[in-house]
């Protein structure tokens, strides 16, 4: 364990300015909507117009609003810290050879799974930390806001709305995530652009042999797939947050993304290391 936190550390470490990153551009976006309504209420004239985010809803039930409404506009933190990790998790085992410094890390009397773990921990999963903690921040401002702008403040129905996005997130961290991980193990580098024609090219086949076959014979997508292990992401009629856990695409997510781990490690272990 205590090897474990000593990796999770140095991953850290070695990659700190990406994982901030995703949080001083959401402060900045959202310090200047906050400013722009600031200035906007001080001037207290029709010809401005703040448009950036719409919180009045036509619901009867404000919470439900609320719940729906946090659910959505968290929809902008998660585009952030996805971008983030499109950046960490296609470079996790590809970095190191890269920078020539596979073959230190490889006679390490630290055991191979043991390495990747840390790594696939913290280029995958431990952005959720920072997407919480801001989260938390942002439904607050958003609670506050409808305070100001509907009378009601429901920091509850928020922090619900904050929950069915982490979920959200977490989602697409096993699936794309994983996935990305995977591919930092197969390609050296330009992970993500080679692993998305790779998959590209495969439905590209699927779609040949249902055309040669006159659309008699139904061929998997792909992409498809991979999109139907998010569940229901439709921000205007938002599952319950029940509903989205219990769910049993949520579980072929972990397991997707456990293939997903156990082959990308299989294929680093496997491959060889220039001196």
């Not at 983030?84 to 799974?113: H, T």
């Not at 096993?174 to 390609?187: E, P, R």
């Not at 947050?241 to 949520?250: A, H, N, Q, S, Y």
Request: proline share 1%.
């Amino acid at each position: 364990m205590i090897t474990l936190l000593t990796l999770l550390k140095t991953e850290y470490l070695k990659r700190k300015k990406s994982y901030w990153t995703p949080v001083w551009v959401i402060a900045g976006i959202v310090g200047g909507a906050l400013l722009i309504g600031l200035i906007a209420s001080l001037v207290n004239t029709t010809d401005i117009q703040v448009n950036l985010m719409d919180f009045s809803f036509d619901y009867e039930d404000m919470q439900e609003g609320m719940r729906v409404g946090a659910f959505g506009s968290m929809i902008l933190v998660l585009f952030v810290f996805w971008i983030a990790m499109l950046v960490n998790a296609p470079s996790s085992l590809s970095k190191e050879k890269q920078l020539g410094c596979d073959l230190f890390y490889r006679c390490q009397s630290v055991n191979i799974w043991l390495s990747t773990l840390a790594k696939y921990i913290m280029h995958v999963y431990a952005s959720i930390i920072l997407v919480i903690g801001v989260g938390i921040i942002y439904v607050f401002i958003v609670a506050v806001v409808s305070s100001l702008t509907m009378g009601g403040f429901y920091l509850g129905s928020s922090m619900l709305g904050l929950l069915m996005s982490i979920v959200i997130y977490l989602k697409v961290c096993l699936v794309f995530g994983s996935l990305f991980f995977l591919f930092s193990s197969i390609f050296k580098n330009n992970g993500l652009l080679k692993g998305l024609i790779f998959l590209g090219l495969i439905d590209g086949v699927f779609f040949l042999i249902e055309q040669l076959f006159r659309n008699t014979v139904d061929m998997p997508s792909v992409y498809k797939f991979l999109g139907s292990l998010l569940g229901n992401v439709n921000m205007e009629d938002a599952p319950r947050l029940g509903e989205m856990i219990w769910d049993v695409k949520f579980l072929v997510a972990f397991l997707f993304a456990g293939a997903c781990y156990v082959g990308a490690t299989l294929i680093y272990k496997k491959q060889t290391t220039e001196a």
